[in-house]
Each structure stands twice: as C-alpha cells, then as structure tokens.
Nanobody, 121 residues
Framework: VQLVESGGGLVQPGGSLRLSCAAS????????MGWFRQTPGKDYEGVAA???????KYADFVKGRFTVSKDSAKNMVYLQMDSLKPDVTAIYSC?????????????????WGQGTQVTVS
C-alpha cells in the first residue's frame, strides 16, 4: 500500500493549488480517502474527505474554498485549493481509512502518504 502526494508549493495569497494523491496497492473505492494538514508542533487536522458512501466532508475553515474529488479509474484523489490564505500553510497528507466513523478524524485512518508542503505567502 502506498500513497504519494504531489502538487504542493509556494503560492501567493488568493492563488490556487491542486494537490494529487496517487494510490497503489489497494482500490480507493474500498476506503474512505481524506486530506489532512499538519503544522509544526500540532497534530493532524482534517481538511476534506470522501467517506465510504461517497459523501464529501469538509472542515469548516475550508468550505467553499477547497474541493476534494477522486478518479477511480486512475486510483487518484485530488484536493483543489482556491482563494488561498496564509493560514492554510502546512504539510498536506492524504490518507486511506477502512471505515472511519468520523472521516475528518486522523486517528481513524490506516495508511498515509509522506505529505506535500503548501506555503501561502
């Protein structure tokens, strides 16, 4: 099982980024897929997720600005990030969970990628 994120970088406030997560070794349709962020000294924080039933979940601080999606044929998950603000600067990781009862809670996820840095400045 492997998750590999890409697409992070440095962007100016108001800009956009699209993060990608390439999954291998399992079928993303059999798992909930989530995006989480982490800043120094803090624990993972849920950003967006697609649960096992295909429902989309978003943290309040990204609603209307971020969009999570997936391409089952490519086994890929994406996070479109628009209207970026400096306070979203963090390392963003994708994760797969067998059946999390709370899709934005990191402790319920089994497999993790290494993360990609997003800096808004």
């Amino acid at each position: 099982v492997q998750l590999v994120e890409s697409g992070g970088g440095l962007v100016q406030p108001g800009g956009s980024l699209r993060l990608s997560c390439a999954a291998s070794g399992f079928n993303i349709d059999d798992y909930a897929m989530g995006w989480f962020r982490q800043t120094p000294g803090k624990d993972y924080e849920g950003v967006a997720a697609i649960d096992n039933d295909g429902h989309y979940k978003y943290a309040d601080f990204v609603k209307g600005r971020f969009t999570v999606s997936k391409d089952s044929a490519k086994n890929m998950v994406y996070l479109q990030m628009d209207s970026l603000k400096p306070d979203v600067t963090a390392i963003y990781s994708c994760a797969a969970g067998a059946r999390p009862s709370l899709p934005l809670l990191h402790i319920e996820y089994n497999f993790w990628g290494q993360g990609t840095q997003v800096t808004v400045s």
